[in-house]
């Protein structure tokens, strides 16, 4: 069973759009949701991340919404740009409390910005 | 710093062959993992460990073994390569409460 569900697949963007992913998890013991971003041939990287107890964290173009009671989240890419063009993962995982901290990925969105 | 460490970045194995994939980091992080990469599929765990001496199962052990050194290093041994195991393998490291550092990757091929 898949613990985060990510969408879209892919998505396409303008240049000076605004890029949007979505994310739903159902274990309502994560209390902690990160957004990797991985470009071709290299692993991921830790883009911004999110605890359950604010429903915004915004870090220069790259916002996490979250919504608590619907169990989603979601990566809004403001003025997105060619170089913003990678995959990119939301993840989620127990980060308090426990010796594993283990995560939890959705399959990726790759995101393809045009100039 | 080098954050983690993997080798080799390319294999081609011959299906039956072994090889072991070595993953090493220098953050005095207490948990590593292995996950693969397959096109549409994201990550998927392969096996962790939580700390030194202990290593777990993820989502997709069978064909694989792992050992865990010491603290810094741990490897995937695949004992007898099939072509289903064709993939980019990721190993990433962690601190408790953080999010994850992971390698650059090995890309297998399984002919």
């Known amino acids: 069973q898949q613990q985060v569900k990510q969408s879209p697949q892919s998505l396409i963007v303008q240049k000076g759009g605004i890029s949007i992913i979505n994310c739903a998890y159902e274990?309502?013991?994560?209390?902690?949701f990160p957004w990797y971003q991985q470009f071709p041939g290299k692993g991921p990287a830790l883009l911004i991340a999110?605890?359950?107890?604010?429903s915004e964290k915004k870090e220069g173009r790259f916002t996490i919404s979250f919504n608590k009671s619907a169990k989603q989240f979601s990566l809004h890419i403001m003025d997105s740009q060619p170089g913003d063009s990678a995959t990119y993962f939301c993840?989620?995982?127990?980060?308090?409390?426990?010796?594993?901290?283990?995560?939890?990925f959705g399959r990726g969105t790759q995101l393809t910005v045009w100039p | 710093n080098a954050g983690v460490t993997q080798t080799p970045k390319f294999q081609v194995l011959k299906t039956g062959q072994s090889m072991t994939l070595q993953c090493a980091q220098d953050?005095?992080?207490?948990?590593m993992y292995w996950y693969r990469q397959d096109p549409g599929m994201g990550l998927r765990l392969i096996y962790y460990?939580?700390?030194?001496?202990?290593?777990d199962k993820g989502e997709v052990p069978n064909g694989y073994n792992v050992s865990r050194l010491n603290k810094r290093e741990f490897s995937l041994r695949l004992e007898s390569a099939a072509p289903s195991q064709t993939s980019v393998y990721f190993c990433?490291?962690?601190?408790?409460?953080?999010?994850?550092?992971f390698g650059s990757g090995t890309r297998l091929t399984v002919v």
């Open positions: 990433a490291s962690r601190i408790q409460g953080y999010g994850y550092t």
């Open positions: 274990n309502t013991a994560f209390d902690y």
């Open positions: 999110i605890r359950p107890d604010v």
């Open positions: 993840a989620a995982s127990r980060g308090r409390g426990s010796t594993l901290g283990r995560l939890y």
């Open positions: 953050m005095n992080h207490n948990s």
């Open positions: 460990s939580a700390s030194e001496g202990t290593t």
